[in-house]
C-alpha cells in the first residue's frame, strides 16, 4: 500500500464547478505539500501546510492531522487549471525530502 | 529570476550509452534532488544531496550516478546499467530538508531508441 493515496485519479469538471481532491496518508508527516504539473512537465508548489487550512485566490487546501487527511479546493474552475495535482508528504525525521502521491489529473471543460 | 534550470528539456540515448543531465539552480539552495516519474506512478527519489561534495542513494538509485561539486549544480548520469531509463527526470532543490518548500525545475524527458 502506498503511503501517500490521492483521490480521484483522474476529474473532469464543467468550467465553474467547485472542485475537491483528496489526500490521504498512512505515515507520520511534519508537512503536507501539494503541486501542480502542467502537460509540460514542470511543477509547481502550490501550499505546504502542517495544520489547518491555506487559502490563495481560487485554491484552498485543508489538513486534517488526526485523520491524515488533506483536500485541495478549487473554485469556479477555470480552463486553466487543467493539469494534474500532487500530494506530497515529508516524513517525520526524514531527511530526503518528499513522498509522493501519484496524482490527479483534472480536465476542466469549458 | 531565480530558479531551476534543467537541461535538455528532451533527450534521446542509443540504447548501451551514458548520458547525463544537468540541474542547476541560482537559489542558493543547500539542498538537491533527482526524481524520476513515470506514468501513474508518483515521482520516485532517484539521489539526494544535502550539501556538497555529498549525496545520498534514494530509492531507485541502480544505473544512476551523481556529483556534487558545486552548491549550484547536481548532475545525473543515466548509465548503460539503468535497465528502463526511458522516463521524465525532475530535479528540486530546497533551502535544507526538513519543512521547506521545495523547488522544481521543468524536467526532462529521456528517450532510450
Known amino acids: 500500500k502506498n503511503e501517500v493515496e490521492q483521490s480521484p485519479q483522474n476529474l473532469t469538471a464543467q468550467e465553474g464547478e467547485f472542485i475537491t481532491i483528496n489526500c490521504s496518508y498512512s505515515?507520520?508527516?511534519?508537512?503536507l505539500h501539494w503541486l501542480q504539473q502542467h502537460p509540460g512537465g514542470g511543477i509547481v508548489s502550490l501550499f505546504m501546510l502542517s495544520s489547518g487550512k491555506k487559502k490563495h485566490g481560487r485554491l484552498i487546501a485543508t489538513i486534517n492531522i488526526q485523520e491524515k487527511h488533506s483536500s485541495l479546493h478549487i473554485t469556479a474552475s477555470h480552463p486553466r487549471d487543467s493539469a494534474v495535482y500532487i500530494c506530497a508528504v515529508r516524513v517525520t525525521g526524514s531527511a530526503r525530502q518528499l513522498t509522493f502521491g501519484s496524482g490527479t489529473q483534472l480536465t476542466v471543460l469549458p | 529570476d531565480g530558479g531551476i534550470t534543467q537541461s535538455p528539456k528532451y533527450l534521446f540515448r542509443k540504447e548501451g550509452q551514458n548520458v547525463t543531465l544537468s540541474c542547476e539552480q541560482n537559489l542558493n539552495h543547500d539542498a538537491m534532488y533527482w526524481y524520476r516519474q513515470d506514468p501513474g506512478q508518483g515521482l520516485r527519489l532517484i539521489y539526494y544531496?544535502?550539501?556538497?561534495?555529498?549525496?545520498q542513494k534514494g530509492d531507485i538509485a541502480e544505473g544512476y550516478s551523481v556529483s556534487r561539486e558545486k552548491k549550484e549544480s547536481f548532475p545525473l548520469t543515466v548509465t548503460s546499467a539503468q535497465k528502463n531509463p526511458t522516463a521524465f527526470y525532475l530535479c528540486?532543490?530546497?533551502?535544507?530538508?526538513?519543512?521547506?518548500?521545495?523547488?522544481f525545475g521543468q524536467g526532462t524527458r529521456l528517450t532510450v531508441v
Open positions: 528540486a532543490s530546497s533551502i535544507g530538508a526538513m519543512n521547506t518548500e521545495a523547488f
Open positions: 544531496s544535502q550539501i556538497v561534495n555529498d549525496f
Open positions: 505515515v507520520g508527516i511534519s508537512a
